[in-house]
């Protein structure tokens, strides 16, 4: 069961912003729970093999990493072990691209993400992260 004090946490940072660079690592414990429970998104984390993606937030100077495959969803902070790709963006591209409010497509098109490595990584990274806000939405109404 995903937590309620994750959820409504989550749903402020929606409303009001990040206040700090670790709170993107809520949106990866939401995925992690949700795919406890919801076998869409376990189905798609069984289908993919494990993939480590770095991710940077360029503004601040912080890392973090992302661990998915093998029907689990794994995180921290700092640098990941052997990530197939590195993603890069500013803070607010991050929110933007966490909330939905941001392509992922035309966030790299224009130059605000910056994808170094495996791009079919990239895509199933995101493909992963959509599927999961799809199906959880439910959480935030």
Do not use: C
């Not at 998104?41 to 661990?67: A, F, G, H, S």
């Not at 910056?114 to 990274?125: E, H, K, P, S």
């Amino acid at each position: 069961m995903v937590d309620q004090n994750l959820v409504n946490e989550l749903k402020e940072i929606r409303e009001k912003g990040a206040s700090q660079p670790s709170d993107a690592l809520k949106v990866f414990e939401f995925v992690k729970q949700l795919a406890e429970e919801n076998e869409d998104v376990k189905e798609e984390l069984e289908d993919i093999d494990t993939t480590v993606v770095q991710l940077v937030m360029t503004d601040v100077d912080y890392k973090y990493w992302v661990k998915m495959g093998d029907g689990t969803v794994e995180y921290g902070e700092g640098e990941g072990e052997d990530p197939s790709v590195t993603l890069s963006a500013t803070g607010a591209i991050w929110a933007g691209l966490s909330s939905g409010e941001i392509d992922s497509t035309s966030a790299y098109m224009a130059g605000d993400l910056v994808i170094d490595g495996n791009l079919q990584d990239a895509i199933a990274f995101g493909e992963i992260q959509s599927i999961a806000m799809e199906e959880g939405a439910h959480y935030f109404e």
